[in-house]
């Protein structure tokens, strides 16, 4: 059974920065190409980005290129989402997702 478990949401002033994390298991996870959803409230769930399997090609939503990075540590099978230059807007609950399963979601507060 895959379990995906995500930390490191919390309240932040606009401009800080935040990394999380998400832990994976049930899944052999250096095969599995990775991604971080988000939603905000009253909104749909948006991607932000994704990883491959092997970390050797990333994408973002446009709106988080150059201020977010994404990354995998397959040898502690863990995902991260490192946010830089943090604004208002991206308050939501992030989820790392692998196909469609999705952990129970960290929440990011951004806000002075």
């Known amino acids: 059974q895959v379990q995906l478990v995500e930390s490191g949401g919390d309240l932040v002033q606009p401009g800080g920065s935040l990394r999380l994390s998400c832990a994976a298991s049930?899944?052999?996870?250096?095969?599995?190409?990775m991604s971080w959803v988000r939603q905000a409230p009253g909104k749909e769930i948006e991607w932000v980005s994704s990883?491959?399997?092997?970390?050797?090609?990333?994408d973002y939503t446009n709106s988080v290129k150059g201020r977010f990075s994404i990354s995998r540590d397959n040898a502690k099978n863990t995902l991260y989402l490192q946010m830089n230059s943090l604004k208002p807007e991206d308050t939501a609950v992030y989820y790392c997702?692998?196909?469609?399963?999705r952990g129970q979601g960290t929440q990011v507060t951004v806000s002075s």
């Open positions: 997702k692998l196909g469609r399963i």
């Open positions: 049930g899944v052999i996870f250096r095969l599995a190409d």
């Open positions: 990883i491959k399997s092997d970390g050797s090609s990333t």
